[in-house]
């Protein structure tokens, strides 16, 4: 490197193994006037050269375009791997509040469009789909059926059991004040057929098969498996979800009735062991209480429950964004909003066909 009437000499190489040394020198040569840079004597230059040359330039003020005079090769390498002509990546501007309710609102209404179409899809292919099996996998339905009734039969039964006991030992305590041992029976019969039981199981399913469909659709979506289907013309839909549905809906009554019997057993126990009930007068008195229209009412919410886990299950899969990180963030929001609306259609049920007793 030489300095020689305002311009600043270089000669052989511009590679990592000379920018030190010359990066070093170059502070004697800060205080004179230099208005160009002469590169016709370098014979190769690699990055570390051309981020020397543009530290240089920077330092200086000048315009590469007036201040480099290059040989061809130079020339070449320096266009290709230059910082100094990269676009400027302007910061957006933070959006204004009525700017952000706009596009939430459009968000929400696209969403409730987007839910709609998925609501009727499923709904038409499963109908469809219980005279016409074409377009699923031989023995789907089954092999759903297995995962989400069996294999959760036994989380479902214990928890059953542990809230049946919970639920009679704690009514025990008061009514045992009372002389009023006998309606531990009313309030195990009722609660559990009406509402505990459809509740526990559907919010199990939620958190166990409700994670399991949205993500297995999110990772289906992520790695394109989804559009494979369609570019086999295969309906996803039918392909995918529709087993589901037919298996949850087959599966929900058995699960609800064989939570709601074995927590009534665990009010037994209770009643049996703490109140000095007899299990006869416990068993009548259940049956008394309870009517067929409380067992249809716990029956028939359970299946909206069931299907509310299927639908949002599939609606998280299908709009999952991103890789790995994004089929984890929907499985969460899937299993969150389906404890939700469970929760919702609940409250509605009981405002429905409790709200004048």
Same mark, same amino acid.
């Given at each position: 490197?030489?300095?020689?009437?305002?311009?600043?000499?270089?000669?052989?190489?511009?590679?990592?193994?000379?920018?030190?040394?010359?990066?070093?020198?170059?502070?004697?040569?800060?205080?004179?006037?230099?208005?160009?840079?002469?590169?016709?004597?370098?014979?190769?230059?690699?990055?570390?050269?051309?981020?020397?040359?543009?530290?240089?330039?920077?330092?200086?003020?000048?315009?590469?375009?007036?201040?480099?005079?290059?040989?061809?090769?130079?020339?070449?390498?320096?266009?290709?791997?230059?910082?100094?002509?990269?676009?400027?990546?302007?910061?957006?501007?933070?959006?204004?509040?009525?700017?952000?309710?706009?596009?939430?609102?459009?968000?929400?209404?696209?969403?409730?469009?987007?839910?709609?179409?998925?609501?009727?899809?499923?709904?038409?292919?499963?109908?469809?789909?219980?005279?016409?099996?074409?377009?699923?996998?031989?023995?789907?339905?089954?092999?759903?059926?297995?995962?989400?009734?069996?294999?959760?039969?036994?989380?479902?039964?214990?928890?059953?059991?542990?809230?049946?006991?919970?639920?009679?030992?704690?009514?025990?305590?008061?009514?045992?004040?009372?002389?009023?041992?006998?309606?531990?029976?009313?309030?195990?019969? /009722?609660?559990? %057929?009406? !509402?505990?039981?459809? &509740?526990?199981? =559907? @919010? $199990?399913?939620? *958190?166990? #098969?409700?994670?399991?469909?949205?993500?297995?659709?999110?990772?289906?979506?992520?790695?394109?498996?989804?559009?494979?289907?369609?570019?086999?013309?295969?309906?996803?839909?039918?392909?995918?979800?529709?087993?589901?549905?037919?298996?949850?809906?087959?599966?929900?009554?058995?699960?609800?009735?064989?939570?709601?019997?074995?927590?009534?057993?665990?009010?037994?126990?209770?009643?049996?062991?703490?109140?000095?009930?007899?299990?006869?007068?416990? /068993?009548?008195? %259940?049956? !008394?209480?309870?009517? &067929?229209?409380? =067992? @249809? $009412?716990?029956? *028939?919410? #359970?299946?909206?429950?069931?299907?509310?886990?299927?639908?949002?299950?599939?609606?998280?899969?299908?709009?999952?964004?991103?890789?790995?990180?994004?089929?984890?963030?929907?499985?969460?929001?899937?299993?969150?909003?389906?404890?939700?609306?469970?929760?919702?259609?609940?409250?509605?049920?009981?405002?429905?066909?409790?709200?004048?007793?």
């Amino acid at each position: 490197m030489e300095y020689r009437a305002q311009s600043l000499f270089f000669d052989g190489e511009l590679t990592k193994h000379t920018v030190p040394a010359l990066y070093d020198e170059f502070p004697k040569y800060s205080n004179q006037t230099i208005f160009t840079l002469d590169l016709q004597q370098v014979t190769k230059i690699d990055s570390a050269g051309i981020a020397f040359i543009d530290e240089i330039l920077s330092q200086l003020e000048l315009n590469p375009d007036e201040s480099l005079s290059m040989n061809e090769m130079v020339r070449i390498a320096y266009n290709t791997f230059t910082s100094t002509k990269l676009k400027h990546v302007k910061t957006e501007n933070k959006l204004d509040f009525f700017t952000q309710l706009g596009s939430g609102s459009v968000d929400f209404l696209r969403s409730i469009k987007d839910g709609i179409y998925l609501i009727a899809d499923i709904s038409y292919w499963s109908f469809v789909g219980i005279f016409n099996k074409k377009g699923q996998r031989k023995g789907s339905v089954i092999q759903q059926a297995l995962f989400i009734g069996v294999d959760a039969l036994g989380i479902i039964a214990l928890l059953s059991m542990i809230l049946g006991l919970i639920l009679a030992l704690q009514s025990a305590a008061q009514l045992r004040q009372f002389g009023a041992n006998i309606f531990v029976a009313d309030l195990m019969g /009722i609660s559990m %057929v009406t !509402e505990m039981g459809p &509740i526990l199981t =559907a @919010i $199990i399913l939620a *958190g166990r #098969s409700g994670s399991s469909i949205a993500s297995e659709i999110a990772t289906m979506q992520v790695t394109e498996e989804i559009d494979a289907l369609k570019m086999m013309a295969i309906n996803p839909i039918r392909y995918v979800v529709v087993p589901k549905f037919h298996a949850i809906t087959i599966c929900i009554p058995l699960l609800v009735t064989a939570s709601t019997l074995i927590g009534i057993f665990g009010g037994l126990i209770v009643a049996v062991t703490y109140l000095d009930l007899s299990a006869t007068v416990f /068993i009548n008195r %259940v049956i !008394e209480v309870v009517t &067929i229209r409380d =067992a @249809i $009412i716990g029956l *028939g919410k #359970s299946y909206f429950f069931a299907w509310v886990i299927v639908i949002i299950g599939s609606y998280y899969g299908f709009n999952v964004k991103g890789g790995a990180e994004g089929v984890g963030k929907v499985t969460t929001q899937a299993v969150v909003a389906s404890i939700f609306w469970i929760i919702i259609l609940d409250a509605i049920n009981s405002l429905i066909f409790y709200f004048n007793i």
